[in-house]
């Protein structure tokens, strides 16, 4: 189970919104690059990054940030991008300047023809972000709920080749009330691929829950907040999730 810390951008700050409302902002670094830099140091075995700009304008926002981060950790671990992402040129410009995996999201929704070239040229590097309240998929940083089912899509995109599903339920995203175990385990029962949790992780207590449900098809859970404010020693939490593993 890995512990993903995420860098989510904003006018190039490291910050965190709360249920992806942009007025609802915490700003946590100034210097996201050093803020990477931080993680790698804490042991972090995967880093997500999201420009939030992009993910509401529809294009890169924040890739001055995004390549100084890269340029800083200089490949010491593999890095996760979402927003913004809505053609090929920006996913193989991303990938070329070091990125691991890109995440698309909304464009998937709406334009899922784009997904299955992304996956058909970019095979194995590949993402999807399926953002969900009440089993509902929304887009457009979480702007609009759509009708489309969570698990009816991934399904969808798990045939184009998409590599994982990271799952966000933006009911509970930045609000440290908890992860939502038992819908993030119920889409990885109903899928080949693995799924990444997102949204809510606040204590240890979620760690454990999402470790025992991890042989459902979960491969880790991004964090956020909990790591800013304290709420979740970062450290302590992958350790407890390692033996988590093993014991299993």
Known sequence: MLLIPAIDLKDGQCVRLKQGEMDAVTV???DPAAMAREWVKRGARRLHLVDLNGAFAGTPKNEAAIRA????????????LGGGIRDLDTIERYLDAGIQYVIIGTAAVKNPDLLRDACAAFSGHILVGLD???????TDGWSKLTGHDVIDLAKKFEDYGVEAVIYTDIGR???LT????????????????????????ATMDD????CAVADDGILGAITGRAVYQGTLDFVAAQKRADELSGAR
């Open 132 to 138: 969900a309240k009440d089993g509902k998929v929304a």
């Open 178 to 201: 908890g992860v939502n175990v038992d819908a993030t385990a119920r889409l990885a029962r109903a899928i080949r691929i693995p799924v990444i949790a997102s949204g809510g992780l």
């Open 69 to 80: 981060i890269l340029k800083e950790i200089d490949g010491a671990i593999p890095v996760q």
């Open 173 to 175: 995203d930045g609000m």
């Open 28 to 30: 946590f670094s100034d």
């Open 207 to 210: 760690v454990e829950a999402l």
